[in-house]
């Protein structure tokens, strides 16, 4: 379909999933704009191309699907020209299944031809069938796509696509395939691009981001990369997820603490604190090595706040397992932990295990885990009470209820920071100093007066953008998606993305 056929046509992307399921949208987007679709105003049910961009690893993912597919069957039936399309992992992974349980459904696509989609569209239109196009492999890196980025002042840059583990809980192998890296000229020309165009935070993006360099034979890589990063004239903040406790090395550690815009965050999964259920995950680490790790960060940089992700009720796990969890998270004393009850997928060694842990018990150890982790969110928060900090202002975190009073920003460490809004004017993307005075366990307050305003690059990039939506180029808001600003961390790819 040409551009000029699809003159006209909305669309609205509908996603789940971690944050390469976000980027990977941020390219549709990209392409179906490219092909002369419009986005379908924010809210309304009118769109004639709904795309589901879909997650398969939790064990609801396909009653999540199939019920919005569902949903959507009236509209459909009653809109002749309406189009539905399912990319993502899901489709990876139900390929023959979709089309037989939803036949409204006009496209199917995997994730490796995400470049396919207006062409597989145009061609369920032409022949009025469905299509099912799903490539087994990666033809080129996606980053060559058309994208509409998500925000005008911070992105997400993929370094590295797939997954070389094979963890007994993931199926993120099977449907993102073997681990497949840019080069490195490639990805920091796509930076300077992007800091040209207002970009003052960029977060590099991997199944496991920090093995970056093993496709290329320079295990050295990745280090590499972020002091690169920080030779960007422009680039204020870095950040990366998910990394791996395996590939995570001193030189990375020491190019984090000696790279300057390189942000003092981290988020590296522990999944068990239990050595003997780290083996039965065929996670490459164990206890010891993990909290090694944890502390050569601290030692390198005292301030870094570190998140984490941890299944709860692995299939053998003993009560006695659980307490070493609970002795990891003590001991690492992590800012926020994303933590997880096991989820059954099929197709995975897991599944088939003895030893499936009783819902009922599952869902006691999970409670313990939460409280004791809400407890260690709030007293680190503490800490930072009356320190001074340069948040990023964000886009579309404030409370609703006192949005005229307060916005929020990010600080380097990425928490969340509700500060008193400044006499002056200030836009997503702007730096504001203020004095943490009130913890939570899951935000800070500063109510105290702004001690500065610095109006940036970013914040007149967000501006541009609002006065003119339509010139916005690969930038723009996907329907279906928060509007979140600073890329937020939504349950983080992809190390253990098995786990949501």
Known sequence: MTAQDTQGRSYEIRTFGCQMNVHDSERMAGLLEDAGYVRAPEGSDGADVVVFNTCAVRENADNRLYGNLGQLAPRKAS?????????????????????????????????????????????????????????????????????????????????????????????????????????????????????????????????????????????????????????????????????????????????????????????????????????????SYRQERFLGIIEKVRAAMPDAAISTDIIVGFPGETEEDFEETLHVVREARFAQAFTFQYSKRPGTPAAEMDGQIPKAVVQERYERLVALQEEISWEENKKQVGRTLELMVAEGEGRKDDATRRLSGRAPDNRLVHFTRPDEPVRPGDMVTVEITYAAPHHLLAEGPTKSVRRTRAGDAWEARQAAPEQSGSGGVLLGLPKVGVPEPLPPAVDGCAAR
């Open 79 to 283: 809109r002749p020209g309406m189009q539905i399309a399912v990319g993502g992992c899901l489709a990876q992974k139900d390929r023959d299944t979709i089309t037989r349980r939803a036949p409204w459904v006009d496209v199917v696509f995997g994730t490796h031809n995400v470049g396919k989609l207006p062409v597989l569209l145009e061609r369920a239109r032409v022949l009025e069938e469905a299509q099912v196009e799903i490539a087994e492999s990666l033809e080129a890196f996606p980053s060559t796509l058309p994208t509409r980025r998500e925000s005008a002042y911070a992105a997400w840059v993929s370094i590295s696509v797939g997954c070389n583990n094979t963890c007994t809980f993931c199926i993120v192998p099977a449907l993102r395939g073997k681990e497949k890296d840019r080069r490195p000229g490639d990805i920091l020309n796509e930076i300077e691009t992007l800091v040209g165009e207002g970009v003052t935070e960029i977060t590099l993006l991997g199944q496991n981001v920090n093995a970056y360099g093993s496709d290329i034979g320079d295990r050295e890589a990745f280090s590499k990369l972020l002091r690169a990063c920080g030779r960007i004239e422009g680039l204020e903040r870095v950040r990366f997820t998910s990394p791996h406790p395996r590939d995570f090395t001193d030189d990375v550690i020491a190019a984090m603490a000696e790279t300057e815009n390189v942000m003092p965050q981290l988020h590296m999964p522990l999944q068990s604190g239990s050595s003997r259920v780290l083996k039965a995950m065929r996670r």
